[in-house]
């Protein structure tokens, strides 16, 4: 996609964040649109609101669910940014989550951590670990412009990663956690709207391991020379471990894991 395209695109982005509202996708109105494009219109949106104050504090990762790739029509992982304001730390595992400038928002459960370093380039697990400071149970909104969720992955990377909020539970460190890279896969989640389960996943769900999701973030970054590289104290949400659910104002929501000592989540929803 050339430079006046790209261009275009950022500026709708821009537009679309400050008065939301759904449109066609992207992808059908903007010509060679790839993935790459995607990123290269998303970084023109981070600079935007980094002119604007917004403060980076992480990443978001997107699609690392295989269950649900064909539900969505998108079968790779792409990223996004978080922002100082679209983090929420729950107190007492517990938030209070606004939807106002959000279309179409949806629940997705995760597992996010805050890194020490920055990690290697590599699928060893346990230097992966070596990297990060602490997990915690995540609860990630997403959001999306196009009408019934129908994207494309370049819709995706255009639109950062279809971030809306991310609400950060009670943190573990992980020195406290022996064999944390074995007992990742085996985690369980349940999700469950006014105390009735709607859905369960699992760590395998997410390319094998949450870990995993990590190590592909590292490999797409060395790709993009141009994004910011990580960092040490960014929080990393790995990606829903069920599918993603419609929210509204008025629901509560709720979130229970086992396999690992981690406080499940209530939500609130305004």
């Excluded at 939301?20 to 609101?49: C, I, K, N, Q, T």
């Excluded at 989640?189 to 997410?206: E, F």
Aim: hydrophobic share 40%.
């Amino acid at each position: 996609m050339n430079e006046q395209a790209t261009e275009a695109l950022a500026r709708e982005l821009v537009a679309l964040h400050d008065e939301p509202h759904e449109v066609a996708p992207f992808s059908e109105r903007y010509a060679d649109l790839d993935p790459e494009a995607g990123y290269r219109a998303a970084a023109r949106l981070h600079a935007a609101r980094l002119a604007r104050g917004w403060q980076p504090v992480g990443r978001k990762i997107g699609f690392t669910n295989r269950t649900i790739w064909k539900r969505y029509g998108v079968y790779e992982p792409m990223w996004g940014t978080v922002y100082d304001r679209t983090l929420i730390r729950a107190q007492g595992n517990r938030a209070n989550v606004p939807l106002a400038g959000l279309v179409q928002p949806r629940i997705e459960p995760e597992l996010c951590c805050r890194l020490k370093a920055p990690p290697p380039r590599t699928d060893d697990p346990e230097r992966l670990l070596a990297a990060i400071e602490w997990i915690a149970h995540s609860v990630e909104i997403v959001q999306c412009h196009h009408p019934a969720w129908k994207v494309r992955i370049a819709d995706c990377t255009a639109d950062n990663g279809l971030h809306g909020r991310l609400i950060v539970g009670t943190s573990v460190p992980v020195a406290e956690l022996g064999d944390l890279a074995a007992r990742l896969p085996a985690l369980e989640v349940t999700l469950s709207r006014a105390g009735q389960a709607v859905d369960h996943g699992i760590g395998a769900n997410v390319l094998d391991s949450p870990l995993n999701a990590l190590a592909f973030l590292v490999e797409v970054l060395a790709k993009q020379p141009d994004a910011p590289p990580l960092a040490a104290g960014e929080i990393i949400t790995t990606g829903t471990l069920t599918d993603a659910h419609p929210v509204a104002p008025g629901e509560t929501w709720s979130t229970s894991l086992s396999g690992l000592p981690l406080a499940g989540l209530t939500i609130d929803f305004s």
